[in-house]
């Protein structure tokens, strides 16, 4: 599996972005998948997971109630709404694919097996 994320960018604090995550491979809606941030000088981060076909998900206290994520497994992609943007939102945005086929968020990123390419977000105050 293969996976992009896009759609980063510079927003003021307050703002809203919508992160995509592009996947390779015919099975993707049998994995679940997560984001992960690094702000710099600092270590990966879990923000968020989510379940084959939607089922569950598992959100970090830090964005909880101010990021969504969302799959559409018919076009292999994976979104994450940002809302109500912090300047301490301010990182490296990453999607990923667990090892394990058990549901046991919040992962750590040597749980991950496959990651994307990161995505810069930039919140200005």
């Known amino acids: 599996v293969q996976l992009q994320a896009s759609g980063g960018g510079l927003v003021q604090a307050g703002g809203s972005l919508r992160l995509s995550c592009a996947a390779s491979?015919?099975?993707?809606?049998?994995?679940?998948v997560g984001w992960f941030r690094q702000a710099p000088g600092k270590e990966r981060e879990f923000i968020v997971s989510?379940?084959?076909?939607?089922?569950?998900?598992y959100y970090a206290d830090s964005v909880k109630g101010r990021f969504t994520i969302s799959r559409d497994d018919a076009q292999r992609t994976v979104y994450l709404q940002m809302n109500s943007l912090k300047p301490e939102d301010t990182a490296v945005y990453y999607c990923?694919?667990?090892?394990?086929?058990?549901?046991?968020?919040?992962?750590?990123?040597?749980?991950?097996?496959?990651w994307g390419k990161g995505t810069q977000v930039t919140v200005s105050s």
């Open positions: 990923a694919i667990p090892r394990s086929s058990i549901w046991s968020p919040p992962w750590s990123p040597s749980d991950m097996d496959y």
């Open positions: 491979g015919r099975t993707f809606s049998r994995y679940f």
């Open positions: 989510m379940s084959w076909r939607g089922g569950s998900t």
